[in-house]
């Protein structure tokens, strides 16, 4: 079950959380949308629960099948969007920053050296594709994570979005003083 080592689909939620308060919002607003799509960043992952029921990885709902499709994440964007919307009344916003956070999860994958691709263009298209450039390293499963080739993977993540979780970290900077 190839996957990513998830520190980039978090980086990508927090940044993302950041962004979608914008600079005004107060900090614990902002943690809080950071926290809700990155959590939104990692759903699609969900599938690998289908190999406790015997659910093929090749299979359409199988690990990065059709929880991974451009589609489902529109549709998981719709939801957050709706969910979100209903605090703040800013549902075009939520509906775009959402869909693109779930949409970066099997665009992130597609970018991994592993696996039999992502099904992205389910429901129209099953087959499994990659993109024609694979730079992230596939994470080892389990206690391989422990390992030279996990503490690699992590490093590399860790470097790769390093900018993602330095803007979503960083505390903004206050007015200057007016006189």
């Known amino acids: ?58 299979a359409p709902f199988g690990h990065r099948g059709a929880s991974h499709a451009l589609f489902s994440a529109l549709v998981l964007g719709a939801f957050a969007a709706a969910v979100v919307a209903h605090a703040d009344g800013r549902w075009r916003r939520a509906l775009v920053v959402a869909s693109v956070v779930a949409a970066s999860h099997g665009l992130l994958d597609a970018l991994t050296d592993g696996g039999h691709g992502i099904a992205l263009l389910w429901p129209f298209d099953a087959r499994r594709i990659f993109a024609p450039w694979r730079p992230i390293p596939v994470a080892p499963i389990g206690a391989g994570m422990f390992s030279a080739r996990g503490r690699h993977v992590v490093l590399w993540e860790v470097a790769v979005f390093l900018p993602l979780w330095v803007y979503a970290l960083t505390p903004r900077r206050s007015a200057p003083p007016t006189c």
Do not use: E, Q
């Open 1 to 58: 079950m190839p996957h990513m080592a998830s520190f980039g689909h978090i980086a990508v939620g927090m940044a993302a959380g950041r962004f979608y308060m914008g600079p005004s919002a107060p900090w614990r607003d902002r943690i809080d949308a950071m926290v809700r799509l990155s959590v939104l960043s990692l759903l699609p992952d969900l599938d690998a629960v289908g190999f406790l029921f015997g659910v093929p990885y090749g």
